[in-house]
């Protein structure tokens, strides 16, 4: 078993990128990552690394030893995960990642349901406005706006969702009627700085079928913007002005009459709710009981 012990801590150091990263990830010194790393090359007659005081690159054979090594701690791992996996307990550590809104809002409550129903699961929330990257290994289960952004993850639809105009009744009454989406340029618009959209461009699609499948883009502005959704929709409800936002999100607003959808035949792309997860975890009990809870809770409406 010491040989699986030394493929692992291979591959930890080249994901970690330095010996000084990997001795802090396991909690020893640099020197006693650098003795092992020698030990290793020792064992097996060959280098591995080439190292410089800040970096290290793998050797050719670094390169093989590297890409053996993490097929075999996968097969070793999904043959854990199969066993695992055939109990119908969940049970373990289970760390969910989610966005900062729609998780405060609908995950962090259900998570926490889900906690009850299933004592033996240690459950873990993290809010983050970016997803964690997958190498890190920081996540079984990630809620996220739109399709998984890498093919090694799975996903699976939780909610649908698109994101609509709208404004407080007090906004538009003081203001011109807003006929088409080349009119949102002479309004004042509230704008929310997210990663994956261009600042201040809206990009909508009309509803109706056979018609604008490729969208207009138009450039809005106005005196507000904020990277908080939250605030977004408090200062559309204070009559600041017109705002994008997810049918999730200004739903019960809409109902009550508090906002007033704008172009109602105009919206933006999809923008559904998935939970993605590794593939490790498609077979872990945890991870598949906690996402069809999400699943099924969420289509009822939570």
Not at 110 to 133: C, G, I, N, S, Y
Not at 235 to 243: D, K, N, R
Not at 256 to 269: E, F, V
Request: hydrophobic residues 40%; charged residues 25%.
């Amino acid at each position: 078993m010491n040989d699986v012990s030394d493929l692992a801590f291979f591959v930890r150091v080249v994901d970690c990128g330095s010996l000084a990263a990997t001795a802090q990830e396991l909690g020893v010194t640099p020197p006693a990552v650098s003795r092992r790393l020698a030990a290793l090359e020792h064992r097996l007659g060959i280098r591995l690394l080439n190292r410089t005081t800040r970096s290290l690159a793998a050797t050719p054979e670094g390169e093989r030893y590297l890409e053996q090594a993490r097929r075999i701690i996968e097969d070793i791992a999904e043959l854990e995960r199969e066993l695992a996996g055939s109990r119908s307990e969940p049970q373990g550590l289970l760390r969910v990642d989610a966005t900062l809104g729609f998780g405060r809002r609908h995950i962090a409550p259900l998570a926490a349901e889900f906690a009850r129903r299933h004592p033996k699961v240690e459950l873990q929330l993290q809010l983050t406005d970016r997803m964690p990257p997958l190498t890190e290994a920081a996540f079984d289960v990630s809620i996220r706006f739109g399709r998984p952004p890498d093919s090694r993850l799975f996903a699976r639809r939780l909610l649908t969702n698109h994101r609509v105009l709208c404004a407080a009744p007090a906004y538009l009454d003081a203001r011109p009627p807003i006929a088409a989406p080349k009119d949102l340029a002479r309004h004042a618009c509230i704008v929310i700085r997210e990663n994956e959209t261009a600042y201040g461009s809206w990009q909508l699609f009309e509803n109706s079928e056979g018609k604008g499948r490729d969208g207009v883009r138009v450039k809005v502005g106005g005196p507000l913007s904020t990277n908080d959704g939250e605030s977004a929709v408090r200062w559309a409800l204070e009559g600041h002005g017109i705002l994008l936002r997810s049918l999730w999100d200004i739903g019960p607003d809409l109902a009550a009459g508090r906002l007033q959808r704008i172009l109602p035949a105009w919206q933006s792309a999809p923008a559904d709710v998935y939970a993605l997860y590794p593939e490790r975890m498609h077979l872990s009990a945890k991870v598949r009981a906690f996402v069809d809870f999400l699943g099924e809770r969420l289509a009822s409406g939570n």
